[in-house]
């Protein structure tokens, strides 16, 4: 009789969260999730969205695309608050899923998928196989929390900003131009969620945008 496994980690990049699909006799009684994750933040000037340039070393970006489990760790040796490591993708640039104490909502490591479930971690350490289970990395990342965002910005993180607006009902271009328009439907989410409404992507305004 065929094992029970996991046949496939499907890591979704824009909500930041980890499910599973099982394979075997048992397998619709095993838990999917999902579970909280963060994923790479990626250097200065790279864009992690674009799926060539996420599989390069020195990036920083968690890799888009399918890739075989390679092996296990209880731990990273140089990081032993990070456990329960599925290493997948390219073993010499050190990807892998695993358990982490700060799991943002926003992407924050150095490539890795950190998980914020130590029980989701283990699931994943103990019930994936190597050759055989894959990785999926799906979606684009969310903006980086690394500077506030107001009237005048034009970037990516504006535009994702703007898709993640849209998505929860207001109406706005997702053009990448944080104009007056941008500004007043900001405006109208921070009183909506009684926050200060004074336009600008601040630390609690994306909290409650990206929760």
Same mark, same amino acid.
Request: glycine content about 10%; proline content about 6%; some cysteine.
């Given at each position: 009789?065929?094992? @029970?496994?996991?046949?496939?980690?499907?890591?979704?990049?824009?909500?930041?969260?980890? @499910?599973?699909?099982?394979?075997? #006799?048992?397998?619709?009684? /095993?838990? @999917?999730? #999902? *579970? !909280?994750?963060?994923?790479? %933040?990626?250097?200065?000037?790279?864009?992690?969205?674009?799926?060539?340039?996420?599989?390069?070393?020195? +990036?920083?970006?968690?890799?888009?695309?399918?890739?075989?489990?390679?092996?296990?760790?209880?731990?990273?040796?140089?990081? #032993?608050?990070?456990?329960?490591?599925?290493?997948? /993708?390219?073993?010499?640039? $050190?990807?892998?899923?695993?358990?982490?104490?700060?799991? #943002?909502? *926003?992407?924050?490591?150095?490539?890795?998928?950190?998980? %914020?479930?130590?029980?989701?971690?283990?699931?994943? !350490?103990?019930?994936?196989? =190597?050759?055989?289970?894959?990785?999926?990395?799906?979606?684009?990342?969310? =903006?980086?929390?690394?500077?506030?965002?107001?009237?005048?910005?034009?970037?990516?993180?504006?535009?994702?900003?703007? !898709?993640?607006?849209?998505?929860? $009902?207001?109406?706005?271009?997702?053009? $990448?131009?944080?104009?007056?328009?941008?500004?007043?439907?900001?405006?109208?989410?921070? /009183?909506?969620?009684?926050?200060?409404?004074?336009?600008?992507?601040?630390?609690? +305004?994306? $909290? %409650?945008?990206?929760?």
């Amino acid at each position: 009789m065929t094992q @029970t496994y996991i046949s496939k980690v499907i890591v979704d990049l824009w909500e930041q969260e980890v @499910t599973l699909e099982w394979t075997g #006799p048992n397998a619709a009684a /095993q838990k @999917t999730g #999902p *579970y !909280h994750c963060t994923p790479g %933040a990626g250097i200065s000037g790279v864009n992690c969205d674009h799926v060539t340039t996420s599989k390069r070393s020195g +990036t920083n970006c968690t890799p888009k695309g399918e890739f075989s489990v390679i092996r296990h760790e209880p731990h990273f040796s140089k990081y #032993p608050e990070a456990k329960w490591v599925t290493r997948f /993708q390219d073993d010499s640039r $050190g990807i892998a899923l695993h358990y982490y104490p700060t799991v #943002p909502e *926003y992407p924050a490591s150095r490539g890795c998928v950190r998980i %914020a479930s130590l029980e989701g971690a283990r699931l994943i !350490h103990d019930n994936t196989k =190597p050759g055989q289970s894959i990785v999926r990395v799906h979606g684009e990342l969310r =903006p980086k929390f690394s500077h506030i965002l107001k009237r005048g910005d034009t970037d990516r993180d504006v535009r994702k900003v703007q !898709h993640q607006l849209v998505d929860q $009902g207001y109406s706005l271009n997702v053009d $990448g131009d944080f104009g007056p328009t941008t500004e007043a439907v900001v405006k109208q989410f921070q /009183q909506d969620k009684g926050l200060v409404s004074d336009g600008v992507i601040g630390s609690q +305004t994306y $909290g %409650a945008l990206f929760a």
